[in-house]
Structure formats: structure tokens, C-alpha cells
């Protein structure tokens, strides 16, 4: 079975400091993208940042990193300079392709950004 | 802008209804999905559709079914709900088929209570 786990289920930070949750996946496909996705409080789920597997740079996006380890199977992420806003629930996600975008979820990781 | 639709934020029902959670995309998107969300299971896929009239069940679809009549819209249906069918409904639409690389937009979601 294709699975995402998030080893961290609450993660606290100082504003303006940097903070890493964690992913791990666990398939035999080849070609896949791997996603993190936010939460905020009583708000939709929106996209953070994604990776395709065969890329071997790691995606970026403002102050969203990911450190991919193919061979590792993980996929973390990294929020730099953390904000009062990033306080949401973090859900990292995996499509393994096939003739549908299905998406595996995490359980998710809560952060709190402290002021 | 793109936008899903839950048709209601807010939903009480008593055991034994049948419930319809009803969901609507404007971006024209082949593939459409129905996740619960619980604390520390993450979000679970009951249903997806990849086409009109065409639906896949996920990994959890006992006691839901689904319709999708028309490509804009996907109606998840309690057949006669429990209690532990309590619970976040999230609606998510993607567009393509094939190709892991296409991003999932979702609805604000629907807090089901069933008593």
C-alpha cells in the first residue's frame, strides 16, 4: 500500500525563526509528485509547495524549501523566517500517478507560531 | 479565480437520514474527490470520479456513495447516517487525467454532526 506518514503530529516556533516538519512516503512507483499542503484555522486547504520525484532540485518557493531524499523517501519541509500567519495544519501528500491525480494524505502536522 | 463549492458549512443530522453533501467546480477539472478529515487520521479518501458517470472508491467507502451527473458537480451521499459518520467533508477538484503533476484545489469543507 501506498503510504504518507507525518511523525509530528504539533510543532511550535518563534516567530522569525525557522522550522522543519517531516515526511516520509512509502511507494514502488517511479514517477510521483510528493506536495505539502496548508490548512490555516477555519480556512481551505491550499497548496504550499510540490516536488516531482525525478527532479533532483529541491523545490522552492518564497520562504517554503523541501529537502527531497529520494532514496530516503522523505520529503520535508522547511519554513524559513515563520510568520504569524503560517500557524495552520501542514498536510504532506503524495500522487503516485496512473490515470488519476490521487492524492495520499499524512495525518498532518499542527504548527503554532508563536509571537 | 478558481473556486470549489461545498453547498453548506454547517450540517446536524439525525441517524438513519440520508444526507447529501453536495459540491461544485468552475474550473472545468476532469477529476473530483471526497476525503473525511479527523484529528490525527489525516484526510481519508472515500471517493473519486475521473469522469462523468465514472467513480473509483477510495479507502474508506463503506456507507457513502457518490454521483456525478454533470463534469461541475460531485454529490457524496450518506445512505443512512451514523454517528461515526461525524466528521470534516472535504471536496477537492484537479484537472487531467494522467499526469502526476497537477495541483488539487478544495472546497471550504462541511462539518457533518450526526446525532
Known amino acids: 500500500a501506498q503510504t504518507v506518514t507525518q511523525s509530528q503530529p504539533e510543532m511550535s516556533v518563534q516567530e522569525a525563526e525557522t522550522v522543519t516538519l517531516s515526511c516520509t512516503y512509502d511507494t514502488s512507483e517511479n514517477n510521483y509528485y510528493l506536495f505539502w499542503y496548508k490548512q490555516p484555522p477555519s480556512r481551505q486547504m491550499i497548496l504550499v509547495i510540490r516536488?516531482?520525484?525525478?527532479?533532483?532540485q529541491n523545490a522552492t518557493e518564497n520562504r517554503f524549501s523541501v529537502n527531497f531524499q529520494k532514496a530516503a523517501k522523505s520529503f520535508s519541509l522547511k519554513i524559513s523566517d515563520s510568520q504569524l500567519g503560517d500557524t495552520a495544519m501542514y498536510f504532506c501528500a503524495s500522487n503516485y500517478g496512473g490515470a488519476t491525480n490521487k492524492l495520499i494524505f499524512g495525518t498532518g502536522t499542527l504548527l503554532a507560531v508563536q509571537p | 479565480d478558481v473556486k470549489v463549492t461545498q453547498s453548506s458549512r454547517y450540517l446536524v443530522k439525525r441517524t438513519g437520514e440520508k444526507v447529501f453533501l453536495e459540491c461544485v467546480q468552475d474550473?472545468?477539472?476532469?477529476?473530483m474527490f471526497w476525503y473525511r478529515q479527523d484529528p490525527g487520521l489525516g484526510l481519508r479518501l472515500i471517493y473519486f470520479s475521473y469522469d462523468v458517470k465514472m467513480k473509483e472508491k477510495g479507502d474508506i467507502p463503506e456507507g457513502y456513495s457518490v454521483s456525478r451527473e454533470k463534469k461541475e458537480r460531485f454529490s457524496l451521499i450518506l445512505e443512512s447516517a451514523s454517528t461515526n459518520q461525524t466528521s470534516m467533508y472535504l471536496c477537492a477538484s484537479s484537472p487531467g487525467q494522467g499526469g502526476p503533476n497537477t495541483e488539487a484545489f478544495f472546497g471550504q469543507g462541511t462539518r457533518l454532526t450526526v446525532v
Open positions: 474550473m472545468d477539472h476532469e477529476n
Open positions: 516536488q516531482e520525484a525525478y527532479k533532483q
